[in-house]
């Protein structure tokens, strides 16, 4: 069997996922897609009542959006930003319905193992020769496909962060997770019912936790008795709070300016160095503790404090992993935020994501393992140039297509070792 005839999969059908199948049958190959939920886009509806930041030009894949126009579809308002419910109702689905996809989608079959076919990570011999093996989990069990490739974009929703300062949960985070949520919860939908008129505290300094606080405070109009409060890692919030009106992406910018004036206003208390090793109970309510330092008590608790990769599935494959942020080690300088000097990453593609196993590629916000601030048209581009690599087309997988937006606000410029400065240029 000659490997270059089998076709090239894709784990995971979201926005990403998706895009990448539309550039492999724009080349003339053919992809096999594999979602673990029930339909395409699945985790899209865990934060569809989340309205994104970036407008509806930023996230549209453009052979994806071709696809799509040659079937009729008409693409929404390039300047209105839409919701992820929006998102997956007016492009995600009508992308996945698409008979060349639709054709090549299998729902419910989770990849639960990648590895070289009669290789295990050990073996050396005829490896670079050798079809991806991915063992897929669906509706008649278990079964095994054979691969030229594989492009992994199936995120990293579903293994959020813990709590815990140290990386692991902290002391009585497992034991108390029916009061736990993690990610941004519906507060103003179908878990009202649980936050209002409750006392909350959101843990987190990035936008996921900006969003959760803004729907808490919305939720004091209706329930008075809720009561909002906030804990971060870092001593100060100059950082956290972006670049305002200086971020490209103005409703990004906005968000945070929110966030600061409904501080001021003190309908948020804020906590900073929050680094959170014990959860207890009390008879006044759940107890978060800091050190030495004890936080208010509260009812429910909403962790926000970011995402990792889970890469069990590939331990049978030869990965190069940077060992802090669990990136491909030649695009970690780029995002690191131990290191990374400004709000803008430049685009990247097959040339930083690749591994030593030749056609293994992992895409989209798992690519950037526990690092933040991802964007979709990142994920596009990288797609673009994957899919040109695995096609042989060096020339267009090492073109850069793309200019990010800018965030406004470098880690440098509150570092307090160095001067302050302007780096987005």
Known sequence: MNKNDLPIAIIGAGPVGLSAAAHVLDRGMTPIIFEAGEAAGANLYQWGHIRMFSPWRFNIDKKAGALLERAGWIAPPSDAYPTGHELLTQYLQPLAELEPIKSRLHTKSRVIAVSRAAHDVMKNRDRATAPILLRVRGPAGEHDVLTRAVIDASGTYTTPNWMGAHGIPALGEEEFKAQIAYGIPNVLGDAQQRYANRRVL????????????????????????????????????????????????????????????????????????????????????????????????????????????????????????????????????????????????????????????????????????????????????????????????????????????????????????????????
């Open 202 to 425: 959101v843990i987190g300094g990035g936008h996921s936790a900006f969003n959760a606080l803004q729907d808490l405070v919305k939720l004091k109009s209706s329930a008075p008795r809720t009561q909002v409060y906030w804990a971060v890692r870092s001593a100060t919030l100059d950082r956290i709070f972006g670049g305002g009106e200086n971020d490209q992406l103005e409703e990004r910018g906005k968000l945070g300016l929110v966030i600061r004036q409904l501080m001021e206003e003190r309908r948020i208390e804020v906590f900073t160095n929050v680094n959170v090793d014990r959860v207890s109970a009390s008879n006044e309510g759940l107890l978060v503790h800091t050190g030495a330092t004890t936080l208010p008590a509260v009812d429910e608790i909403v962790v926000a404090t970011g995402f990792r990769p889970d890469l069990r599935l590939m331990a049978e494959l030869r990965l190069e992993l940077d060992p802090a942020t669990e990136s491909p080690v030649r695009l970690a300088p780029m995002i690191d935020p131990n290191v990374h000097s400004c709000g803008t990453v430049r685009p990247h593609g097959a040339a930083e994501l690749a591994h030593p196993d030749e056609g293994v590629f992992v895409v989209g916000m798992k690519s950037y393992g526990r690092a933040p601030t991802f964007l979709m048209l990142t994920g596009y581009e990288q797609v673009r140039s994957v899919v040109a690599w695995i096609a042989g087309d060096r020339e267009a997988a090492e073109r850069v297509e793309l200019v990010l937006p800018e965030t406004g606000v470098c880690s440098t410029q509150f570092d307090r070792t160095s001067v302050q400065k302007s780096c987005c240029n």
